[in-house]
């Protein structure tokens, strides 16, 4: 969530959120911290629901726009729905991940279980490592989404970025090739099909005037593509030969 994401200068003032408890400092935007003193901080102001690390420098976004929210839904309906038909797949929003030495918080995520060869994990109450897909929602192209965030996930490995620019009214996804990030370009019809998911078909023109309906009926089609069924087979084998290596190690 990056509406009105910019940096804020350290603060004292009474302003500044509290901790819950007397013997652990508030997390202020602007601050330096570690990964590890900035989940300390962030785990004992359980009244601050968004917070991030990003280059070791503590974001806090101002509160969401009802622009964003309704945004953000149909994004999360739309993985949602492949999920439900890609076994092997999970998704997730304002999910915490523990990232290289950040903790960025992104609105959306979609991640191959590890069990099916996934790169990313689960340890305790966060992920680790990076998803395979990330979504955000951004104000502008200015946004720390598109600089900051941008090059942290890039430098750990997520491999399709998905940003929302509702200022510009545009829909940018990317595809990490060689260490950088090359935009995946849309058809005629507007529609971007993702390389890292198979099937997962976005129509960015549906998105952008908010017709959730095209965006699912994009995405069926995917569904019903012949490399959708591939990447389910493959998902499949990927689990049995994984557990098949674990029962010989074993």
């Known amino acids: 969530m990056s509406v009105g994401a910019e940096i804020l200068l350290p603060s004292r003032s009474p302003h500044v959120p509290a901790s819950s408890s007397p013997d652990v400092p508030p997390l202020v935007a602007g601050d330096c911290l570690t990964q590890r003193e900035f989940l300390r901080r962030y785990e004992s102001m359980p009244h601050v629901r968004k917070a991030e690390l990003i280059g070791g420098i503590v974001y806090m976004p101002s509160p ?3 622009e964003h929210g309704e945004t953000d839904l149909p994004i999360a309906g739309w993985l949602t729905v492949y999920v439900a038909q890609t076994p092997g797949c999970k998704g997730g929003t ?3 991940w523990l990232m290289l030495q950040d903790a960025p918080q992104p609105d959306d995520h979609l ?3 590890p069990e099916c060869g996934g790169q990313s994990r689960v340890e305790g109450k966060y992920g680790h490592g990076a998803p395979e897909l990330l979504a955000e929602i951004a ?3 200015s946004s720390y989404d ?3 965030k941008l090059d942290l996930y890039r430098s750990a490995g997520v491999l399709e970025y998905i940003i929302v620019l509702l200022a510009e009214r545009e829909v940018r996804w990317l595809r990490r090739v060689a260490g950088t990030y090359q935009p995946l370009p ?3 019809r507007g529609i971007v099909r993702s390389v890292s998911f198979p099937g997962l078909w976005l129509d960015t023109i549906a998105l952008l005037r908010g017709d959730v309906a095209q965006m699912l009926t994009a995405l069926n089609l995917g569904l019903q593509s012949p490399e959708h069924a591939e990447f389910v087979q493959f998902l499949a084998r990927r689990r049995g030969e994984l557990r098949t290596g674990e029962a010989d190690r074993a």
């Open 64 to 66: 969401v726009s009802i």
């Open 94 to 96: 304002n999910t915490t």
């Open 111 to 113: 991640r191959i279980l």
């Open 139 to 141: 104000l502008s192209s």
């Open 146 to 148: 598109l600089n900051q």
């Open 186 to 188: 849309a058809d005629d």
